[in-house]
T-cell receptor, first 113, second 114 residues
Framework: EAAVTQSPRNKVTVTGGNVTLSCRQT?????MYWYRQDTGHGLRLIHY???????QIGDVPDGYKATRTTQEDFFLLLELASPSQTSLYFC????????????FGKGTRLTVV | KTQVEQSPQSLVVRQGENCVLQ??????????LRWFKQDTGKGLVSLTV?????DKTSNGRYSATLDKDAKHSTLHITATLLDDTATYIC?????????????FGAGTQLIVIP
């Protein structure tokens, strides 16, 4: 089964701080995604990528950058963290095939104080 | 505007009882619908996927239906166990590949008590 590993699992930072969330998938999937999950909302797409060096903007990209350095690794960067970015962040990956399953990491809980 | 609405928001049942979770959506096109289970502090795990215009699936104690004409899906959990305590999330995909977008509901929080 595809494995998606996120690190760190928990992070606390101060307002204005610089944070990098990491994600690695081990099934050579083309697509990788970063989502945030907030109470009362469904998961919302921040950025995604369909291959190394590629980056696509999602639905809630403001305040976030991302970088896909390899097929396996996708990073989410918060360069000036704000309290509104306190959330549970999920990384996911999928293949490009039809009706493909999406595999999620266990999430990173980020608190900006 | 929320395109995937789940009800109820939360539900408490006694172990051994059955329960039904609802998902209504307005996503167009609606290629497929998937139900996920999210344990507290964990990622989302797929339970089942529905594809056909009127579809039914079964996965152990979980069964699901989809009616694309009504844009409505249900997830039935039979003989609930304490380990079924989780948030159940309905997700509608607008294409049959990773090129499409996934539209997430906010989830139904199920609590199973002894």
């Amino acid at each position: 089964e595809a494995a998606v590993t996120q690190s760190p699992r928990n992070k606390v930072t101060v307002t204005g701080g610089n944070v990098t969330l990491s994600c690695r998938q081990t099934n050579s999937h083309n697509y990788m995604y970063w989502y945030r999950q907030d109470t009362g909302h469904g998961l919302r797409l921040i950025h995604y990528s369909y291959g190394a060096g590629n980056l696509q903007i999602g639905d809630v990209p403001d305040g976030y950058k991302a970088t896909r350095t390899t097929q396996e690794d996708f990073f989410l960067l918060l360069e000036l963290a704000s309290p509104s970015q306190t959330s549970l962040y999920f990384c996911a990956s999928s293949d490009a095939a039809a009706n493909t399953e999406v595999f999620f990491g266990k999430g990173t809980r980020l608190t900006v104080v | 505007k929320t395109q995937v609405e789940q009800s109820p928001q939360s539900l408490v049942v006694r172990q051994g009882e059955n329960c039904v979770l609802q998902c209504n959506y307005s996503v167009t096109p609606d290629n497929h619908l998937r139900w996920f289970k999210q344990d507290t502090g964990k990622g989302l795990v797929s339970l089942t996927v529905l594809v056909d215009q009127k579809d039914k699936t079964s996965n152990g104690r979980y069964s699901a239906t989809l009616d694309k004409d009504a844009k409505h899906s249900t997830l039935h959990i039979t003989a609930t166990l304490l380990d079924d305590t989780a948030t159940y999330i309905c997700v509608v995909g607008d294409r049959g590949s990773a090129l499409g977008r996934l539209h997430f509901g906010a989830g139904t929080q199920l609590i199973v008590i002894p």
